[in-house]
């Protein structure tokens, strides 16, 4: 991994808000990245029909390399997923997500971050926990395919108070 190259690509990168047509490349990264991937049509729900969703796809050179979702209710924003195609994964692509994740949802009123990760993905957990998440619960058998459990992990961006 060569850092200048990797500023390069993040320089480059832009992060847009998701459509319809993003979701073929959207797919073939959610199938490698996921044991139960979520299927078109669930993407098109959160796209078209649920407003407290906000979906966005980070584009390079006209490409789909990343994706992510949220869901801001009241004052937090609930990351729903999160992913990069593996090609270019290790180059802080998910972090500068994360980043315009809480800089976005803040925008909306949001102070906190919120998001599930499961107890086997360690390099999930520790990217989280670099970016300032801090575990606060166990969600018990959460995923359905495998029934594991899921570490439910916080960052606050706003005005809230620490112990939360």
């Known amino acids: ?28 990264i959610e199938e490698v990245s996921f044991p139960s991937p979520w299927k078109k049509q669930t993407y098109l729900n959160e796209l078209l029909f649920n407003n407290f ?17 949220m869901w801001i209710v009241i004052d937090e924003g609930h990351i729903t997923t999160i992913a990069v195609a593996p090609e270019y994964r290790g180059k802080r692509i998910a972090e500068k997500m994360l980043n315009f994740a809480a800089d976005y949802a803040k925008k909306w009123g949001a102070v906190k971050l919120v998001l599930e990760v499961r107890v086997s993905n360690l390099s999930a957990q520790k990217l989280y926990r670099r970016m300032g998440f801090k575990n606060i619960g166990i969600r018990k058998e959460y995923y ?14 706003g005005n809230i108070d620490e112990e939360n």
């Open 1 to 28: 991994m060569h850092l200048n190259g990797d500023k390069k690509v993040l320089d480059s990168l832009i992060i847009q808000p998701m459509l319809p047509e993003h979701l073929d490349e959207v797919l073939k």
């Open 53 to 69: 969703a906000h979906y966005f796809v980070c584009m390079l050179k006209g490409s789909v390399i990343g994706y992510m979702g």
């Open 144 to 157: 359905s395919d495998s029934r594991e459990d899921a570490i439910v992990m916080l960052k606050p961006i």
